[in-house]
């Protein structure tokens, strides 16, 4: 399939191109600052480290270096004034100095860098949507920075997500996870908002965080930002979780050329360049590419959960035994290869010092086994197509961004269907920041508008093809103030609204932080955030199974379904509707009268005699039945249905206070604790049309039969009707009548006469949802070489019955957070002096219950030691580092969600140099 480059990205590069011809301005009698860059502690050169010169407060760089094998770096071309002189380099603490240069002035100027022990209060840009210090942002952030990144030897970054605080990671793959914040995983439509250079990354359309095809290799990755709690007062629909953001090395700050390999268990490969350069310290330019392979593990046919999935594709042939459990006859082969690539390219230009464009383009394609709400989809080149055009001058702040898909040659498993969707999604904004009263009063405002237009061929939306745009837009304002030196009120009000559910939301935020002493803060939080159905919620249309006498069916609720009233059964045997919950007699009669007649088991006479019957209409009555909910280990009985409305956008209102602060130096402790409460909360796919079973429906026909008829009419083919009524009794306990499922009770827009009747899952608004939480998290620096971690989280609550959602009793309504109640994870890091570095770290999952569309059934319990080392050969050869991790190193196979395949240990390696 020919690939096509958007037309965003395409105006994009050009764009940058003809900057890059833009005249450099020459200024005569210019100053320069030169010197060397050591570690403090041992006074060693460091090679490869970069050295900025920034205009005073800002982060617009004027001229940048890296130093030399020897340590040595030059700031050319700079004009007379005032600089920050910032140093920079992978396990060392940020150092900043101010000089002021005098015309034709030549500053030496030697910098010592600190290792890095605990980083209390790195800047992050995403809590407040502008730049900040940690201990100043009114919410919860944890920052992973590029050593940890780097010195994580996974095959996925999104891997090194796994022991920070308040994440929920499930892992279903070599390289695929599942994440979210605070609960509510799930394996598709996603509830935590992920960023990449502040580029929604989410699958237009269908909702998902696909972290293995995002552009985020380990060597490219400046640091990860992970805010928990709702943020929809800045960023919009859909913030009710959090945010996850990947910030990329930008070419300017961060120029140099480093190349990756690597490889271990399972066949796992990966390979990785990155070349970023400056030309007349006003461009940049960088490119990326990035390949990894590996086999996932297996689906195991002598284990029932792994069964049941092999069993559901349409090309296995299995069977049940006398007991009912699956019986493998012939299983068609699951796809066990994963494979990914992505390209990436970056221009920068820097205008003046505080004007920057930058252009990003790129494509990423995977090929691997994914889980969905409605089964499994086999990924083969899913393509991702993106460019992204970004300005930044001074206070404003202004992007645009197109992101496309290309299912290439995907299908769904279970039904071998193709998936088309060449969806895409289109999103502009602009903000403005701006301060008064010397700084103690700053206001952010901006405005975003994005449209979705889903194009999945029919596959996905099928019916609702074409009438499934959704366009957004919103606009906020944020004002800061400093009360006093210690006290900072942050007020946030934001409107958004949309074409499809034409509602306007507005999401509030109000915090308040207050730093006793620069080393401690506190802070109080309120939150409000609200979802937009995504449109797989609002317009799917898609088969997911067929099982013979019914099939399964997804759908999208945006328009609501309604049931038949008085309720009616959609027959297995006519697919026809009948009145009431259960059976006519006569259907159960004439079904069980054709078997016997195909098995010749009675004489034709016999056979034409109760044919006549049945048509004279003697076989009269009703065979009661109970609509059921099928369950992964149970039926639930429903005593009631009651029709849906259009599903509405989930609103999540959130209180919180946390404390973050350093303890006799020794000590980080960072600890949230939090409440909140969901309105209208969105489920995942659930069943809603309940099968019809008839308990012992054998023995009950055979008691109807036998009571229909006298001696007198059996006496001449020597029968009586208790014989008779035993006779089919015991044809229908070997016919599909033997289980008692006689029909389903569909919704009136989903059913057709005599089409398949099925079983449907859609989506639902539930009542309220509230629940409390904590995270806790401490670093302990032991020694100058010793850190040791901690992190605990815990929820109320994670799983809400009918009761506990304000629902009918009987309704079978429930809501699992689809994460565990209880997660601990304890670890530590042993640096020898001479570059060699040793990690271990372990975590324990609680068990949890999972309700996720077709996957039912519990996760349980299990806990993973993972083991790293890392060697820098600083010494021998600047820039070349080696590391080692060996994820669950006592093998404990275990599952980490419901539908995924038991995991076992996996060991792998990673070679990273870098040349500046």
């Known amino acids: 399939m020919q690939r096509v480059l958007p037309p965003l990205l395409l105006s994009t590069l050009f764009l940058i191109a003809c900057l890059m011809g833009t005249p450099v301005e020459v200024v005569a009698q210019t100053a320069s600052i030169s010197g060397t860059v050591q570690d403090a502690d041992t006074g060693e050169p460091l090679s490869g480290a970069n050295v900025l010169a920034l205009r005073p407060g800002t982060t617009s760089m004027v001229a940048g270096s890296a130093t030399d094998i020897d340590g040595n770096y030059q700031l050319t071309g700079l004009e007379p004034g005032s600089y920050d002189v910032v140093a920079r380099f992978v396990g060392f603490q940020e150092q900043r100095q101010s000089v002021t240069l005098a015309a034709g002035e030549e500053r030496t100027l030697n910098i010592e860098m600190v290792a890095t022990g605990l980083d209390l209060n790195p800047v992050v840009v995403t809590a407040s949507r502008r730049q900040e210090k940690s201990l100043d942002a009114p919410a919860s952030v944890s920052v992973l920075e590029a050593q940890e990144l780097v010195s994580d030897a996974a095959p996925s970054p999104a891997a090194s997500l796994r022991y920070t605080p308040g994440v929920d990671i499930a892992q279903s793959g070599v390289d695929r996870y599942q994440i979210s914040l605070r609960g509510f995983n799930s394996v598709f439509v996603a509830k935590t908002y992920a960023l990449v250079d502040y580029r929604q990354t989410v699958a237009p359309s269908l909702g998902i965080n696909a972290f293995a095809s995002m552009p985020i290799a380990p060597i490219d990755l400046a640091q990860v930002e992970v805010v928990r709690g709702p943020g929809s007062a800045l960023y919009g629909p859909g913030v009710e979780q959090g945010v996850i953001h990947f910030i990329t090395k930008d070419p300017l700050n961060y120029p140099g050329t480093s190349v990756m390999i690597g490889g271990g268990q399972r066949s796992t490969a990966q390979g990785a360049l990155r070349h970023a350069g400056i030309i007349n310290n006003r461009l940049g330019y960088k490119v990326v590419g990035y390949y990894s392979q590996a086999q996932d593990w297996d689906f195991d046919q002598d284990d029932p959960a792994d069964l049941q999935i092999l069993c559901a594709n349409v090309d296995s042939e299995c069977t049940t035994d006398e007991q009912g459990n699956l019986q493998p006859v012939d299983l068609a082969p699951r796809p066990d290869d994963s494979e990914k690539y992505y390209a990436a390219g970056t221009l920068q230009y820097q205008f003046a010092p505080d004007v920057q464009l930058t252009g990003t383009g790129g494509y990423s394609s995977i090929s ?225 009268l054709q078997g016997l007649a195909e098995s010749g088991a009675l004489p034709d006479q016999l056979i034409q ?32 249905l009651n029709d849906l409305d259009p599903i509405d956008q989930t609103v999540t209102n959130s209180i919180e206070l946390g404390y973050k602060g350093l303890i006799a130096d020794r000590f980080l402790v960072g600890i949230d604790a939090y409440y909140t409460q969901k309105t209208n909360f969105l489920s995942e796919l659930q069943l809603i049309t309940p099968a019809v ?64 009747p099925e079983l449907m899952l859609t989506y639902l608004n539930f009542g309220d949802v509230d629940y409390y939480g904590t995270d806790i998290a401490v670093q302990w620096l032991a020694t100058d070489r010793v850190t040791v971690f901690g992190n605990y989280s815990w929820f109320s609550d994670n799983f809400f019955d009918a009761e506990e959602l304000g629902e009918e009793p009987g309704s079978g309504r429930q809501i699992a957070m689809n994460a565990p109640q209880h997660k601990l994870s304890l670890g530590g890091e042993y640096s020898i002096e001479g570059g060699l570095s040793l990690r271990a770290a372990g975590r324990y999952v609680d068990e949890f219950a999972v309700s996720s569309g077709v996957y039912q059934g519990t996760v349980p319990s299990y806990f993973l030691l993972d083991l790293g080392a890392g060697y820098d050969f600083v010494r021998t050869v600047p820039g070349l580092r080696l590391d080692v991790t060996a994820q669950n190193v006592l093998d404990n196979e275990h599952r980490q969600y419901v539908g995924a395949p038991e995991l076992g240990r996996l060991i792998t390696a990673r070679l990273t140099y870098t040349l500046r």
């Open 368 to 592: 691997q086994v994914n889980q969905a709400n409605t089964g499994e989809n086999v990924i083969e080149d899913f393509a991702q197509y993106y460019g992204q055009l970004r300005l930044q001058a001074g206070g404003l702040f202004a992007q645009a961004y197109y992101n496309r898909l290309d299912a290439g040659d995907t299908f769904f498993y279970r039904t071998g269907n193709p998936v088309v969707d060449e969806s895409s999604q289109l999103s502009g904004q602009v903000q403005y920041s701006t301060s008064v009263l010397d700084g103690r009063q700053q206001f952010v405002g901006g405005i975003d508008y994005k449209q979705t237009i889903p194009r999945t061929g029919g596959t996905v939306h099928g019916r609702n093809e074409g009438d499934d745009t959704l366009t957004e837009y919103g606009a906020y304002l944020q004002s800061e103030t400093d009360l006093t030196d210690q006290l900072r009120l942050t007020l946030t009000g934001r409107v958004d609204r949309d074409d499809v559910i034409e509602k306007t939301q507005f999401s509030p935020r109000a915090a308040l932080v207050y730093r006793p002493v620069p080393e401690h803060s506190l802070r109080a939080t309120f939150n409000r955030a609200f979802t937009t159905p995504a449109g797989v919620n609002l317009f799917l249309d898609l088969f997911v199974q067929d099982q013979g006498a019914v099939g399964v069916r997804g759908r999208g609720a945006a328009d609501g379904w309604t049931f038949p009233d008085p309720i009616q059964t959609t027959s297995l045997i006519t697919r026809q509707r009948n009145p009431g919950v259960g059976i006519p007699t006569a259907e159960a009669y004439a079904a069980v």
């Open 609 to 640: 005699f109760l044919q006549g019957q049945l048509n004279a209409g003697a076989i009269s009555g009703f065979l009661e039945g109970l609509m059921v909910i099928p369950g992964d280990e149970t039926n639930q009985i429903v005593t009631s």
């Open 693 to 756: 079973n008839v308990s012992n429906l054998p023995g009950r026909l055979g008691d109807a039969v036998a009571s229909a008829f006298t001696d007198e009419q059996l006496a001449a083919f020597g029968l009586t009707p208790e014989a008779l009524g035993q006779i089919f009794e015991q044809a229908a306990a070997q016919s599909s009548l033997a289980a008692g499922t006689v029909g389903v009770v569909e919704t009136n827009e989903n059913y057709e006469a005599g089409s398949q």
